[in-house]
């Protein structure tokens, strides 16, 4: 079973796209910020910036939407999405693009070098 502090390890380079609209998502070093027993606590994540989404990258959560409850934040996984698991930490794979227009998914820990390849194109074809 993976342990809490690798899936922690966030890698900053990063290049997860956004389940909803394909786009590339960022890294905030303070992506989700509460107060708890009176010191701040702070869980790095990736974020999509495009038009007020709100879904958000980690590991641990996979791809999920934050909503600030009256103390902390709660993860609400976005459907369908979180498919993919690395079988060295159990940790959620994130999507990205291949060379080309193939999807490929890999893993978000930092120096993890899992992938899971052969997924189809990127995008369905309309």
């Keep these: 079973m993976a342990q809490q502090t ?15 609209d394909g786009r590339a998502m960022h890294f905030e070093a303070k992506g989700l910020a509460w107060q708890e027993g009176g010191r701040e606590h702070v869980t790095p994540c990736y974020s999509c910036e495009f038009e007020g989404c709100s879904v958000r990258y980690t590991p641990l959560d996979g791809y999920f939407t934050a909503i600030m409850m009256p103390d902390f934040p709660q993860a609400v996984e976005e459907p369908g999405i979180n498919l993919l ?15 080309g227009d193939g999807l490929i998914w890999r893993c978000g ?7 899971h390849a052969d997924c189809g194109p990127a995008w369905p074809s309309l």
């Design 6 to 20: 690798e899936l922690e390890k966030l890698s900053q380079s990063l290049r997860p796209l956004c389940p909803r």
């Design 109 to 115: 820990v930092e120096g993890c070098d899992y992938i």
């Design 85 to 99: 698991q690395c079988p060295r930490h159990n940790s959620w794979l994130y999507r990205t693009v291949a060379d």
